[in-house]
């Protein structure tokens, strides 16, 4: 039988949700690369540790519907870090897809990073889905640059470690990466999610001093991605760097992160707008290896950092 097609939210999911947040999330995407062509794909459940972190990381902002028979309809999880605010991941069921709860969802969203007082509110989707980039310019996103997802399999290099926030003193630390931050990009604020990511257990941030005081960090996470898969990288979410010289050196500690976690891949989501970082990590052996177009509300585009920022606006 076909479910009531009566949905009702948003209201706030539970970590009580997550195996059928995981079925709409496999479903709705594995249906999406059979459309694009690709239909050997078949798009893993994520982590629950990693929806965990995506649910209490939106707080408020994470948001679902239900069916009239109380099933999962669709999801859509919004985070805000300061002025920075974003989507991701949201989904609709693929039985329930093209009857306006995609648009709903989506407007639910920019109207509730509206009333947070969001300065930049936006996505990523991936770039050759024509359907999707229509769907949200329809509703006023405007495609923006790549980010492109870099990877760089290391060797067993034996690197010095580096220091990290862990090791402390956790509160002073993570007030100079607050303040780093609002130096190079004013309003935007990532220290919620260095601290989320220490208490979850989830990862680091490595850091880069310099006269005693933090000149570049990188959040990053070690916990597998998809469900049931053995840790086999470290993923970089946050990274802010005074300059290109420190943002060199960023990455430097997160590979020495990686080689005291025993992984031997280091994954890193750069925004093409930031050029020269690009152009860097290139340059060391890092090998593109997707692609996302990242899109962003009228007149709540992104502001231009004064030094380096890359912001992951997937989970």
């Not at 972190?53 to 999962?72: F, K, L, P, S, T």
């Not at 990288?233 to 990455?251: C, S």
């Amino acid at each position: 039988m076909r479910p009531d097609r009566g949905v009702q939210g948003p209201e706030r999911p539970s970590l009580r949700d997550v195996d059928a947040l995981n079925r709409v999330f496999s479903e709705a995407f594995t249906d999406r690369y059979a459309r694009d062509g690709l239909t050997g794909v078949r798009v893993p459940h994520l982590n629950p540790a990693v929806w965990r972190y995506a649910i209490e990381d939106a707080g408020e902002g994470a948001m679902v519907w239900r069916d009239g028979e109380g099933a999962v309809a669709g999801f859509n999880m919004l985070h805000r870090s300061g002025g920075e605010g974003w989507m991701g991941p949201l989904a609709v069921r693929p039985d329930l897809q093209g009857e306006g709860l995609g648009g709903l969802m989506v407007r639910s969203g920019i109207a509730w990073l509206h009333e947070q007082g969001a300065r930049t509110i936006g996505l990523e989707t991936m770039p050759r889905t024509v359907e999707n980039i229509g769907f949200y310019s329809r509703i006023g996103f405007v495609p923006g640059p790549l980010t492109v997802t870099v990877v760089r399999d290391l060797g067993r290099r034996g690197a010095a470690a580096a220091p990290t926030l862990s090791q402390g003193p956790v509160g002073r630390r993570l007030a100079e990466c607050r303040a780093l931050t609002e130096r190079i990009l004013p309003g935007v604020d990532y220290s919620r999610e260095l601290q989320l990511t220490l208490e979850l257990g989830l990862g680091d941030t490595a850091l880069v001093l310099r006269r005693g005081t933090v000149a570049g960090f990188a959040l990053w996470h070690s916990v597998p991605l998809a469900a049931a898969r053995p840790k086999d990288e470290v993923r970089v979410l946050k990274l802010v760097a005074e300059d290109l010289e420190t943002f060199g050196t960023v990455i430097e500690a997160v590979q020495a992160a990686a080689d005291a976690e025993q992984v031997r891949r280091v994954t890193v989501r750069c925004q093409t707008a930031q050029a020269e970082a690009y152009l860097h990590l290139i340059g060391q052996g890092y090998r593109v290896h997707w692609t996302d177009l990242r899109m962003t509300l009228r007149g709540r585009g992104e502001a231009v950092p004064n030094g380096v920022v890359m912001s992951n606006w997937e989970i």
